[in-house]
T-cell receptor, first 116, second 113 residues
Framework: GENVEQHPSTLSVQEGDSAVIKCTYS??????FPWYKQELGKRPQLIID?????GEKKDQRIAVTLNKTAKHFSLHITETQPEDSAVYFC???????????????FGQGTILTVHP | DSGVTQTPKHLITATGQRVTLRCSPR?????VYWYQQSLDQGLQFLIQ???????AKGNILERFSAQQFPDLHSELNLSSLELGDSALYFC????????????FGQGTRLTVV
């Protein structure tokens, strides 16, 4: 089945710096890669996603890149702000048949802390 | 508000007991996912339903079961509860099982004592 590895597990940056979180996946049938932000005690919320027919997507200070050949994708946050502090999860959605169809597998999460 | 409703928000029960967690998906969403999030852990995929049928299964324990009803709401049943089952259980829904955003509910915090 799908396995998603996420690094680093913790990331500490100064306000205004950039933050990069990387994920790798194992299932070549995965074709949808969302990123979620989870603040303490709250539900995960989608911040950006990318599909396998696209190599890069940007939304203001957030961008995601995808390398299908290497099976890895990354989240880039520029000009970080204290309110960006949260846990970030990457995920991969399998389009394989059988019992994996539609399975949305998450990475272990990255605790991002932005210091003022 | 994501539009996904989970009840109850909090649940405290004793070891060996059985509980049922309920999820109402967003209007129009046919796919429902269940996840377990333990302390310091990520989101562990349990099971997924699409329009009443089981579509994908993760490492769900045999003591756990789920179903999706004709009105598309879903229930996760946890039986013979152990201390280690204490966790935050999330339900998420999406219009389709693939390639679309999954919207999460607020979660049910289960504490087994």
């Amino acid at each position: 089945g799908e396995n998603v590895e996420q690094h680093p597990s913790t990331l500490s940056v100064q306000e205004g710096d950039s933050a990069v979180i990387k994920c790798t996946y194992s299932d070549s049938a995965s074709n949808y890669f969302p990123w979620y932000k989870q603040e303490l005690g709250k539900r995960p919320q989608l911040i950006i996603d990318i599909r396998s027919n696209v190599g890069e997507k940007k939304d203001q200070r957030i961008a995601v890149t995808l390398n299908k050949t290497a099976k890895h994708f990354s989240l880039h946050i520029t000009e970080t702000q204290p309110e960006d502090s949260a846990v970030y999860f990457c995920a991969a959605n399998s389009n394989a048949g059988g019992t994996s169809y539609g399975k949305l597998t998450f990475g272990q999460g990255t605790i991002l802390t932005v210091h003022p | 508000d994501s539009g996904v409703t989970q009840t109850p928000k909090h649940l405290i029960t004793a070891t060996g007991q059985r509980v049922t967690l309920r999820c109402s998906p967003r209007s129009g969403d046919l796919s429902v996912y269940w996840y377990q999030q333990s302390l310091d852990q990520g989101l562990q995929f349990l099971i997924q339903y699409y329009n009443g049928e089981e579509r994908a299964k993760g490492n769900i324990l045999e003591r756990f079961s789920a179903q999706q009803f004709p009105d598309l709401h879903s229930e996760l049943n946890l039986s013979s509860l152990e201390l280690g089952d204490s966790a935050l259980y999330f339900c998420a829904s999406s219009p389709s099982p693939v390639n679309t955003e999954a919207f999460f509910g607020q979660g049910t915090r289960l504490t087994v004592v």
